[in-house]
């Protein structure tokens, strides 16, 4: 789990679902498919989502994006309130 982003209104972790851990000697007997996500918390709200499949892979697009063209703030925040619109889940602590 990586923290990409985190703000007063948003905080962004890229999940690795089903990455190894390190130290971890366990044979692996069956097939493995890696899944990932991303976590988008909207702190206003406090819900969250969590983009995996065909929007994880958006999302990787747009962060790659960003990479290539260092965007400002409001930029970033604009695009993560089009994710938030989607946010349907209460964020539990846990």
Request: negative net charge; glycine residues 8%; aromatic residues 8%.
């Amino acid at each position: 789990m990586n923290m990409l982003y985190d703000s007063e209104s948003f905080a962004v972790v890229h999940i690795h679902a089903n990455a190894p851990q390190a130290g971890d000697t366990t044979q692996d007997t069956g097939p493995h498919m890696p899944r990932h996500g991303f976590e988008i918390v909207d702190k206003r709200s406090g819900k969250e989502v969590y983009l995996d499949g065909s929007w994880a892979e958006m999302f990787q697009m747009q962060i790659n994006a960003w990479q290539q063209n260092t965007p400002s703030q409001e930029e970033v925040e604009d695009t993560l309130e089009g994710y938030a619109g989607l946010a349907q889940m209460p964020v539990v602590v846990h």
